[in-house]
């Protein structure tokens, strides 16, 4: 590894440097949290966001049969919620257009009923 402060080349071991004396225990500690912490948050962040695309394409299908204002509703929020997640798969697409779907429908066949 090499010294944080002045690039010096240390061994692995070292907890000072050799060069400049600097403590060289914090750098490697941080890059030892971030090679595990990262793919770790990175992988919730991916199950967060398929929870929500999944959450979000339930949504759309149930709203399509009851309750489809609120449902659409939960649809359209989770997907998005998803997208922003960074969510690529079709998953959350189908659930926005279930949802939307939903909401227009429902809003119409109550607009309908009560008319
Ligand atoms: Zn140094």
Redesign the pocket.
């Known amino acids: 590894m090499f ?1 944080a ?2 690039g ?1 080349q240390l061994p692995d071991t070292a907890q000072f ?1 050799a ?2 004396g ?1 403590s060289v225990l914090q750098p490697y500690q941080q890059s030892y949290q971030n090679s595990f912490q990262q793919p770790y948050q990175d992988y919730q962040a991916a199950a967060h966001a398929n929870r929500a695309a999944t959450t979000a394409l339930v949504c759309g299908i149930v709203g399509f049969f009851f309750a489809g204002l609120i449902l659409g509703f939960i649809a359209v929020i989770q997907a998005n919620s998803a997208k922003k997640q960074g969510y690529m798969g079709g998953k959350a697409t189908a659930g926005f257009v279930l949802g939307v779907i939903d909401v227009i429908g429902w809003a119409i066949l109550m607009i309908m009923l009560f008319s």
Do not use: I, L, Q, S
Request: charged share 10%; proline share 0%; with cysteine.
């Open positions: 010294c402060k002045c010096a440097c060069n400049c600097a």
